[in-house]
């Protein structure tokens, strides 16, 4: 059975750095990308970025280039998000997601994480 | 970078109605479009890809078809477990939703 398990919610102050994580199951890690989607309280879903595993090729979305980093260890099948200084503004449910394929025209997500609420407030 | 548009921005019918959603895209896509249901506390769920094929254990209730610019989401009666927010995505943009609500 196909999972996305991710790491438990966090709460954090403006300004600290954070790497929350997705682990995958019950599949060929290397096959497939994963991405990140955010969902601020009561708006709709954004695509973030996204990275295949086998050689680390990883796309972003321009707003949110320079504000997050996504990275893959395959030894462990986990992906990770990243912020070196967190705003406010991050505060946010974020669930990765697997893409079968995705290229210059293509990409959807056919599994998804639980979510993982990261809450940024002083 | 391609804008989605989805509407009506709410929908309120019956249970056992016929529900239509509308997703349309800034420029042609061909028929790489996905549909996907989103309920509170859930993580979204995969109904449609690639514009018209159901994903695994999707109801035959749910149905998408559409080409190039404008697509359609169809749930030809629903059940009172459809209703949820319905977003449409193609590659690296979601649109804004559609939230379908019991009348």
């Known amino acids: 059975e196909v999972q996305l398990v991710q790491s438990g919610a966090e709460v954090k102050k403006p300004g600290e750095s954070l790497k929350i994580s997705c682990r995958g199951f019950?599949?060929?890690?290397?096959?497939?990308?994963i991405g990140w989607v955010r969902q601020v309280p009561g708006k709709g879903l954004e695509w973030m970025a996204i990275?295949?595993?086998?050689?680390?090729?990883?796309t972003y979305s321009p707003s949110f280039q320079g504000q997050v980093i996504i990275s893959a260890d395959k030894s462990i099948t986990t992906a990770h998000l990243q912020w070196n200084s967190l705003k406010a503004s991050d505060t946010a449910m974020y669930y990765c997601?697997?893409?079968?394929?995705?290229?210059?025209?293509?990409?959807?997500?056919?599994?998804w994480g639980q979510g993982t609420l990261v809450t940024v407030s002083s | 970078e391609i804008v989605l548009t989805q509407s009506p921005a709410t929908l309120s019918l019956s249970p056992g109605e016929r529900g239509t959603l509308s997703c349309r895209a800034s420029?042609?896509?061909?028929?790489?479009l996905a549909w996907y249901q989103h309920k509170p506390g859930q993580a979204p769920r995969l109904l449609i890809y690639?514009?018209?094929n159901r994903a695994t254990g999707i109801p035959a209730r749910f149905s998408g078809t559409g080409s190039g610019t404008d697509f359609t989401l169809t749930v030809s009666s629903l059940e009172p477990e459809d209703f949820a927010v319905y977003y449409c995505?193609?590659?690296?943009?979601f649109g804004q939703g559609t939230r379908l609500e019991i009348k």
């Open positions: 995505q193609q590659r690296n943009t």
């Open positions: 420029q042609s896509v061909g028929s790489y």
């Open positions: 997601a697997r893409a079968p394929k995705y290229g210059s025209s293509e990409g959807y997500f056919d599994y």
């Open positions: 690639d514009a018209s």
């Open positions: 019950g599949y060929s890690f290397t096959n497939y990308w």
């Open positions: 990275i295949y595993p086998r050689d680390f090729d990883t």
